[in-house]
């Protein structure tokens, strides 16, 4: 078993999240992505997975490792439905600093937000 591809293991472990009852998203083609995503992304409440698949000698590259760091420290989840009307709200609270900004900074990080698309 340690000689498989990335491939072989995906459809490996794939076949057994599938078994389990995991819901699983993998993006066919990521080559339009943010670099570092990891492959696998599998739900079965209360767990949520972030996987990362590399064959026995494939390396982690530095924008995955920096993806699997970050999700390491993640003790929050959401889930949320984005809508127009919601547009705002939701650029507030991405621009917010951790934990928690002040309101009328988070504000005026939208209306810059908004500035420098706008150009």
Known sequence: ???????????????????????????????????????????????????????????????QALWLEQLAQVDFISSDVIRPVDADAMIARLLRRPPKGDPHEAAQAVDDFYDERRG
């Open 1 to 63: 078993m340690t000689d498989m591809s990335e491939k072989e293991l995906q459809r490996l472990i794939i076949d057994a999240a599938d078994l389990g009852g995991w819901m699983i998203f993998h993006d066919n083609d990521s080559r339009t992505n943010r670099p570092g995503f990891p492959d696998l992304v599998l739900l079965r409440p209360p767990e949520l997975l972030f996987v990362e698949l590399k064959s026995a000698r494939g390396r982690i590259r530095p924008e």
